[in-house]
């Protein structure tokens, strides 16, 4: 079924560690976003990608890092996980031109 | 640099009276907006575009380029309308900017 797919849901880490947050889409779309979100609070975005290899930092400043070596599959990183970087961290794609966004189910990140 | 203002952080309204949430933007072009629903416990999804002109769930909204608004509204609000409500804009970048989000609690 086509879907937006984030895993996992919920992670708790120790400081200092590395951590990947996974997303894949199975609708062959070129455009991925990831934000990130208090509960309750305003989206931030903090990368986006118009396709393979092209990635871009968002309006909110993030130590975490991105890639995008294939078109259904955007991770993102975090070398060194800090209390400061506990949130949700919300993924999207569309496709290319002017029409929705589909979002994850969101992975909600503590670190302690 | 594109921008989306939403003023109200929380809106309260009585089950059958009017509901109107207010999105202001900031785009030198030709912006495309959105309302964005995220309900209790479930993904952020789309409610409605302006380019589609249609009315979903009852809500409805009009692009006014002159006063840079996309407001959101509903003639008679229900229950299940209580959510958080975001308005996003995409540039000519096709980079999606969302608001600061208002949830809206309907009183039965």
């Known amino acids: 079924e086509a879907d937006i797919y984030q895993t996992p849901r919920y992670l708790v880490i120790g400081t200092g560690k590395k951590i990947t947050l996974e997303c894949s889409q199975t609708?062959?779309?070129?455009?991925m976003y990831w934000y990130q979100q208090d509960p309750g609070m305003e989206l931030h975005l903090i990368h986006y990608?118009?396709?393979?290899?092209?990635?871009e930092k968002g309006d909110l400043s993030s130590e975490s890092t991105v890639s995008r070596i294939r078109t259904e599959h955007f991770p993102l990183t975090l070398e060194s996980a800090r209390p400061s970087h506990t949130s949700q961290y919300l993924c999207a794609s569309s496709e290319a031109g002017f029409t929705e966004a589909f979002f994850g189910q969101g992975t909600r990140l503590t670190v302690v | 640099a594109q921008r989306v203002t939403q003023p109200e952080k929380l809106l309260s309204v009585f089950k059958g009276a009017p509901v109107e949430l207010k999105c202001n933007y900031s785009y030198s072009g030709s912006p495309e907006l959105f309302w964005y629903v995220q309900y209790s416990r479930q993904r952020l999804q789309l409610l409605l575009r302006?380019?589609s002109r249609e009315s979903i769930k009852g809500f409805t909204a009009d692009l006014n380029k002159g006063e840079t608004s996309f407001h959101l509204k509903k003639p008679f609000a229900q229950e299940e309308d209580s959510a958080m409500y975001y308005c996003?804009?995409?540039?000519?970048?096709?980079?999606?900017?969302f608001g600061t989000g208002t949830r809206l609690t309907i009183i039965p």
């Open positions: 990608s118009y396709g393979v290899n092209s990635t």
């Open positions: 302006h380019i």
């Open positions: 609708m062959g779309h070129d455009k």
């Open positions: 996003a804009l995409r540039g000519g970048n096709e980079k999606l900017t």
